[in-house]
């Protein structure tokens, strides 16, 4: 009853007065961080069923399921806003989420959220579990960290009893997180500290919580985890998971919630301040502002073109330079993977502190091209890593080439995802569309050179067998594509040992050879080996804006 009464209670003040703190709240976020909370506010409240007390899907694909994750984070919302009824609903969100939080120690889903609250029983006779399927391990990162930012915003605005309950939820997070360690079985946990996105969260929720319950072996087990990625981190200054639109956005956010919610004895608050700068570093040098993308090679990627996909890093940029300079359109819900645009009032809301540790410098930079560059860096993700990954990225203003050499144990990446896994990417600007050429990846090494205008690329363990397959994109001027020479707005010229006659497909929403990879529709140009071939394959493009 009580939680009832005082939610009223905080409905009622809403109404009544011009929402005092509330209001106060959204307005001292800088203006764009102001506009991004209002925009996604506007488009999630359309999308919110308060019968349910759910979020309904984003997709539009999912005839009317709901989604926790995206209710959770529209939660968190309604607590920055705080108008009329908005904190009521929001305590409704957060009791349903943790009401469906999974309660059984004895199973490996233990403290993780249910993903939509339509699904059956993880581990019922027709819902068998399944890793990334039917349960999702990462839920428990994301929903944790927003359960910490509600009480570390909003405690004023949440009853007591709720309060309760989000810690003893949290509590249950960390402990099933302790279940989390690394296999190389891929129907198995993958979290390793080298997992950069899902390991950042894991230590702050549990520094946060061991913290918050005065429970010290909780609380030294996320240091202990924390000091394990920060001693990756620091082998060559990136994180393990380098370079990509949607999770380096993700290991920002939690790099920042290690930042500023944790008390100066944690290693989480005396790394993650520096850690946040040299990922800057990284981006601010790959991030081509003429083209609106973060240039490749990219370690784990929801799309080939950040202009037509939802994107975490868009929306930082979105809030450090503003929505015009960011890669979103005017309505990012209809944007690919339009579902991280949910996760908006959260970014909304780290925006100033996250801007502040990141030298004034670097954050102007982004808004214009400064001109030709190329990057290097290293990074190394153990225990797929055989060897540290090199990388090199070239810059101009119409064309970018950025690749990476590699030796791992398995293809596609440690996520062993080929369609995510872009080791090679060329992107152009064709005066209509940013268009790209990304290797396919097919291989456990690859060795690669990188100069303007040039990508070598050799595989160490190839043989006659291998092949190289480039994805291309397609072109607003040029819907039939018979061979490179329709390439619009880049000369490619292509040598090697490879046999030069090549193979052309179409991977097309409504047919073709293949099916689109990330919502994207592609050219495929595959190359093969001659008959009989012995020695190293090796492939060579020469690219020039035309
Ligand atoms: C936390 O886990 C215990 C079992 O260890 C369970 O009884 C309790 O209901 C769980 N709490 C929540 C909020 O899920
Ligand atoms: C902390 O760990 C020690 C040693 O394993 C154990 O005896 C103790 O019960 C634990 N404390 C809590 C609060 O879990
Ligand atoms: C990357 O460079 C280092 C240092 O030169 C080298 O030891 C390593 O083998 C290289 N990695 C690959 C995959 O070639
Ligand atoms: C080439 O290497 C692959 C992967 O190691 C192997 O499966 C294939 O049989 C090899 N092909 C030849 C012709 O040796
Ligand atoms: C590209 O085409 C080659 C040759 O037809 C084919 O083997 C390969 O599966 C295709 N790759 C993709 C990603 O569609």
Excluded at 354 to 383: C, D, M, N, Q, R
Excluded at 407 to 417: F, H, I, L, Q
Excluded at 418 to 429: D, K, R, T
Aim: aromatic share 12%; proline share 6%; with cysteine.
């Amino acid at each position: 009853m009580r939680v009832r009464a005082s939610t009223v209670v905080f409905g009622l003040l809403g109404l009544g007065r011009a929402a005092p703190t509330a209001s106060s709240y959204v307005k001292a976020m800088p203006p764009n961080a102001q506009e991004l909370f209002k925009e996604s506010m506007v488009w999630m409240d359309t999308m919110y069923d308060k019968s349910a007390g759910y979020q309904y899907d984003s997709s539009a694909a999912a005839a009317l399921r709901h989604d926790t994750r995206a209710s959770i984070w529209y939660a968190f919302g309604l607590l920055a806003r705080n108008e009329g009824c908005d904190a009521a609903e929001a305590e409704k969100i957060i009791r349903n989420t943790i009401g469906a939080q999974f309660k059984v120690e004895s199973e490996e889903w233990y403290g993780d959220y249910q993903q939509e609250p339509e699904e059956p029983y993880v581990g019922s006779p027709a819902y068998p579990p399944k890793i990334y399927g039917t349960w999702d391990p990462n839920s428990r990162g994301f929903i944790g960290t927003t359960l910490v930012m509600a009480m570390e915003e909003f405690p004023h605005l949440i009853t007591q009893d709720t309060q309760k309950l989000i810690l003893e939820s949290l509590h249950n997070v960390t402990k099933g997180d302790e279940y989390r360690f690394g296999h190389l079985d891929i129907k198995k946990d993958n979290l390793y500290p080298a997992y950069s996105n899902p390991s950042i969260m894991r230590s702050l929720v549990s520094g946060w919580t061991g913290r918050r319950l005065g429970d010290r072996n909780i609380t030294m087990s996320a240091e202990k985890y924390a000091q394990d990625i920060i001693d990756l981190f620091n082998e060559h200054g990136t994180l393990s998971e380098f370079n990509s639109g949607t999770y380096t956005g993700v290991s920002l956010f939690g790099l920042v919630l290690w930042s500023i919610y944790l008390p100066k004895d944690s290693v989480m608050a005396q790394n993650g301040p520096r850690m946040v700068e040299c990922t800057w570093d990284s981006v601010a040098q790959l991030w081509h502002p003429g083209m609106k993308n973060i240039a490749g090679p990219w370690d784990r990627s929801y799309g080939y073109d950040m202009n037509r996909y939802v994107s975490l890093m868009g929306l930082w940029l979105w809030t450090f330079i503003g929505k015009e300079k960011s890669p979103l359109i005017a309505n990012p819900q209809i944007m690919s993977h339009m579902g991280d645009y949910c996760w908006a009032p959260l970014f909304a809301a780290l925006a100033d502190r996250h801007a502040k540790l990141i030298p004034e410098s670097v954050v102007s930079s982004l808004a214009e091209f400064h001109g030709e560059h190329t990057f290097t860096a290293s990074a190394f993700y153990p225990p797929f890593d055989v060897a540290t990954r090199n990388i090199t990225t070239w810059l101009s203003k119409d064309l970018t080439i950025g690749a990476e050499s590699y030796d791992e144990t398995v293809v596609g990446g440690p996520g062993r995802a080929q369609e995510a896994f872009n080791p090679a990417v060329v992107q152009w600007n064709t005066g209509h569309e940013v268009s790209f050429i990304s290797l396919y990846p097919t291989e456990k090494a690859l060795d690669v050179a990188v100069s303007p205008g040039k990508l070598s690329l050799s595989y160490p363990h190839g043989n006659s067998s291998s092949l190289f397959t480039f994805v291309v994109g397609t072109f607003r001027d040029k819907p039939t594509v018979a061979g490179w020479e329709d390439v619009q707005g880049l000369d490619v010229s292509v040598a090697g040992n490879v046999d030069l006659d090549y193979t052309l497909s179409f991977g097309g929403k409504r047919g073709g050879g293949s099916t689109p990879l990330r919502d994207f529709e592609f050219w495929n140009f595959t190359y093969t080996m001659p008959e009989g071939f012995l020695g190293v394959p090796t492939v060579e493009l020469d690219l020039h804006v035309s």
